[in-house]
Structure formats: C-alpha cells, structure tokens
C-alpha cells in the first residue's frame, strides 16, 4: 500500500501499472480482500478523469471478479473437512500430511519416529491451519496424533462473510464513482 501511495504522490504511473500487472499475475502472494484497499485508496486519492491512467477499472473488475468467483463456491459444507495447502516440502512425510489435509478424514493416528514428528510439528505450525498436533507417548515409535478442529469451518463462514461485505462494498463504490462520472458529463455538456 505504501508503494502505491508514493506511485501517485509522485505521479509514477507506469511502475505502478507494472506493479499492479505483478499483483495480477501473483494473486496468491496479494489476498483479493486487501487490494479492495487499493482501490478505496485510488477512489479516494484520485479524480475521475485520471482513474483510467492508473488502470482503476482494470483493478476494480480484477478484484470483484475474483471475490465474486469465490463466493460462487458457497459456504463451505459441514461435512467437509479438507484443507487444501500447497506443502513446499516434497518429503514422504510431508506427502502423508498433504493427503490427510485434503481428505475428509478428521483424524489421524500416525507411528512415527521423533525427528519426522519435529518435522511434520514444525510444518504446520508453520501454515498456521487449524489442525491441531500432539504426541502420543506410548509403544515405539511415538504416534503423532493430528486432529482438524472447528476453527475450520469457523474460518470459512468469516471469510465467506468477509466476502459478501467486500463485494457489497466495491458496488457501492462503483455505483458512486458512476453517478460522480454522469454528473461530472452532464456538467461539461452544459459548459
């Protein structure tokens, strides 16, 4: 955000256009929900007849596309209980956790040794899901006992509503920027 604020203090344009395709082109590495901040700064930092120079339409159809896309996918179901994370670690170990984290399964028992439960610790900490993780001390090798929790569906419905505010908010903004963009023609064709 910072970034783009000194784009327009200084009228730099173009790097924020490469910036802007980059963010496109990346929509993992930049959450949909924050650029709704971009573009409720650009509304709010710009006057209409600059807009198109700074790719605001470009930007807004982006932004409201994506949310829209992924509300269409609805609420997420009681009964699912999959997680899809991309592991960046391609290890057995890690390729075991993948399949439980996408399966429907809620629990899982797993005989493992002590520095591959480190390990298999140390990555979902690492994601921050809601999958909690404990070892169980009996028999040998330990048993890492994994459990998906509430949280999961909890996150869903905040995100799903995060959602549904984000797009009714980006209407209201456009609505408004479309009535500001009639008043402001109909101004000029008086003149």
């Not at 955000?1 to 604020?5: A, G, Q, Y």
């Not at 650009?42 to 209409?48: G, M, W």
């Not at 699912?80 to 956790?97: A, F, G, M, N, R």
């Given at each position: ?5 000194a784009c ?18 990346y929509?993992?590495?930049y ?23 700074w ?24 009964d ?18 993948n ?37 169980e ?55």
């Open positions: 955000m910072d970034f783009i604020e327009v203090i200084v009228h730099h344009h173009s790097i924020y256009v490469d910036f802007l395709n980059h963010m496109m082109n929509m993992k590495l959450p949909t929900l924050e650029l709704v901040k971009i573009i409720e700064f650009l509304n709010a930092a710009l006057k209409n007849d600059i807009l198109e120079q790719h605001y339409q470009k930007l807004f159809d982006y932004v409201h596309h994506e949310i829209q896309k992924e509300q269409y996918l609805g609420l997420r179901d009681k699912d209980w999959s997680i899809k994370e991309k592991l960046t670690c391609q290890c057995q170990d890690c390729t075991t956790l399949e439980f984290l996408q399966s429907n399964t809620v629990n899982m028992r797993w005989p493992i040794g002590k520095d591959r439960r480190a390990h298999i610790h140390q990555t979902i900490d690492g994601l921050s899901i809601p999958v909690k993780h404990q070892t001390h009996t028999g040998s090798p330990h048993k890492l006992i994994l459990t998906k929790t509430d949280e999961l569906h909890t996150q869903a419905k905040k995100r799903f509503d995060q959602l549904a505010k984000a797009l009714l908010h980006l209407c209201k903004m456009n609505k408004k920027k479309t009535s500001s963009l009639h008043t402001e023609g109909s101004g000029e064709q008086r003149d």
